[in-house]
C-alpha cells in the first residue's frame, strides 16, 4: 500500500529551477522516509501561455512517463477544482487536500515545481488511525513566520526559542 501522498507546488522566476532547490532535491531522493512519486515544472510565458514537462532527473525510479501523474492530477481536478472531500469518505482516508493552485493565474515569466511526495514514515500512523476508524479534521503546513512567532524558529533580530529576551543575531 501506497503511503500518504502530498502534492507539493514551488514557485519561482525564470525557466530554471534554482541549483540549490535543485541540489536539495537530489538530497531526498536517497531519504527513505519521503519518496518522489512524480515531478511537473511549468512556466507561464509572457504570451500567457503555459508549458509543462516532466522532471525525470527527480525520480528515483520512474516507472511511468515523468509528470504524467501530476497531469493526470491537475486536468481530473481541473487545476482550480477541490479534491478536498468531507471527512466521512470511508476507510484509508486520513489525509485531505485543499484547492489545487491554478497556474494559469501565476505572474508571467515566472515558473513552478509540482512534486507528488509519498511520506513512507506517516503509512504506520495512517493504518493505525483507520484500524481505529479515526478520521482527518484537517491538516497543513506551518510557515516560517508561524513557526517563528510560536517560538520554534528564531526570527530575523536574533530571538531564540525558549527565551523571552532578544539577543544579538548570530553573526
Do not use: C
Not at 49 to 57: F, H, K, Q, S, W
Not at 120 to 135: F, G, I, K, N, Q
Not at 137 to 166: A, H, K, M, Y
Amino acid at each position: 500500500m501506497i503511503g500518504p501522498v502530498q502534492l507539493m507546488i514551488i514557485g519561482f522566476d525564470g525557466r530554471q529551477i534554482p541549483a540549490p532547490l535543485l541540489e536539495k532535491l537530489h538530497t531526498l531522493r536517497a531519504e527513505p522516509a519521503v519518496h518522489i512519486l512524480d515531478a511537473l515544472a511549468a512556466h507561464k510565458n509572457r504570451d500567457g501561455t503555459i508549458e509543462t514537462e516532466g522532471v525525470p532527473d527527480l525520480l528515483p525510479d520512474p516507472a511511468h512517463e515523468p509528470g504524467a501523474i501530476l497531469d493526470r492530477l491537475m486536468a481530473r481536478a481541473g487545476a482550480a477544482g477541490t479534491m478536498g472531500q468531507t471527512s466521512n469518505t470511508g476507510p484509508s482516508y486520513l489525509f485531505r487536500s485543499d484547492a489545487l493552485p491554478d497556474p494559469r493565474t501565476a505572474a508571467s515569466g515566472t515558473s513552478s515545481l509540482a512534486l507528488l511526495l509519498e511520506h513512507r514514515w506517516a503509512a504506520p500512523l495512517r493504518d493505525a488511525a483507520t484500524e481505529v476508524d479515526a478520521y482527518p479534521i484537517d491538516t497543513g503546513w506551518l510557515g516560517q513566520n508561524t513557526l517563528t512567532e510560536v517560538g520554534l524558529l528564531p526570527d530575523r533580530q536574533g530571538w531564540r526559542p525558549g527565551s523571552s529576551v532578544r539577543s544579538p543575531a548570530p553573526g
